[in-house]
């Protein structure tokens, strides 16, 4: 049975499980969600409604002990972070990209079959509650704010336009069952629909993917956890790790992935999973609200390395509610970063 110490750090309340080193649980958190009444909807909500607003600030997403949940302010820096630092690019500036796009379907929502390829024995098995109305990556803002796209319908993103060669995630949240549905590549045709990946995740449990399996990013990582939230923001407050890319990672993973998905073996190069912490001593009095708020997750919660794609960039949900932060975000360079690594004696949760 695990020993349970709550104490008092900076007038915040914590909760450290004392058989596992470094992990430190918000109680405030906690305390926060279990006080939230989940409103009830009947029908596929939005992720940039107020409604949906309301629901995910009353939606626990994974146990109080996840590694997308816990602080890691105090851990200890990797003996190589300035080594890896260095080869991803010092110089290079943090990114924002408005692109994971998500909808909320009620607990009756209706399942259909979606037909999988190329990963389908790394997917797990549906039908899947996907409503008719799910968004494609980056849908609505990463569109209407590119006056190249603009002009598309949801219903033309659903069947891959404007490029069937992106990623072209597709993700849903069951808030009340807590269940979490994500694909690769999700594409609505004549005969229904089509993805490459799908995966299922109990937002109620620590359980990973099986060892070895994908998920709809290489790392085998779920994407809903780490997104930055209008929610969030607003609150004043992101409680859980950021999702991360990177342009060349290693051959090797790191818990909680559970994949990785390049040939290059540098020891340098990082292993999908790896977390990565703002540096505490950064400055962020001079940022906007809004950035701040990012930057001080960064620094408590940090990002896990989930994908291969463009240096240093974490997602933004694509809602046109939450300002354009690009300017202000690539001030943030490489440097700013370490690598973390948990302390000696860390048990991950069951």
Known sequence: MRTLITLLVLQIPFTVVADSPGVIVDQARLDRLRAATMPKFERPIFFDASEADAI???????PADNPW?????????????????????????????????????????????VKLSEYSTESDTGPY????????EGWPAGFMRDPGTKSL???????????????????????VNRKLYEFYRLTKTD??????????????????????WTSSDDAGLPIFPAIVRYDELKRGKIEHALRVTFKNTRRAYVYPATHFAISKTDKNLPRMGVRFRLRSSLDTSTFSH???????????YGMLNADNGIDWAVSIAPDQRIPVMHEELRKIKGADFEVVVPPTGYQPPK
């Open 56 to 62: 995910l600030s009353a939606l626990e997403v994974f």
């Open 69 to 113: 949940n816990i602080p890691v302010d105090t851990w200890p820096v990797a003996d190589n972070s300035a080594e890896m630092i260095q080869w991803i690019g010092a110089d290079k500036p943090l990114r924002g990209n408005t692109d994971m796009a998500f909808v909320l379907v009620p607990p009756n929502q209706k399942k259909i079959d």
């Open 129 to 136: 509650p996907v409503p008719e109305n799910i968004p494609i």
């Open 153 to 175: 319908t949801l219903h033309d993103v659903q069947r891959g336009k404007p490029n069937l060669e992106a990623d072209r995630h597709g993700i849903i949240v069951d808030p």
């Open 191 to 212: 005969k229904g629909w089509n993805a490459q990946q799908a995966s299922i995740f109990d937002l109620s449990s620590n359980r990973l993917r099986p060892d070895g």
């Open 290 to 300: 809004e950035v701040k708020i990012i930057l001080e997750a960064l620094k408590r």
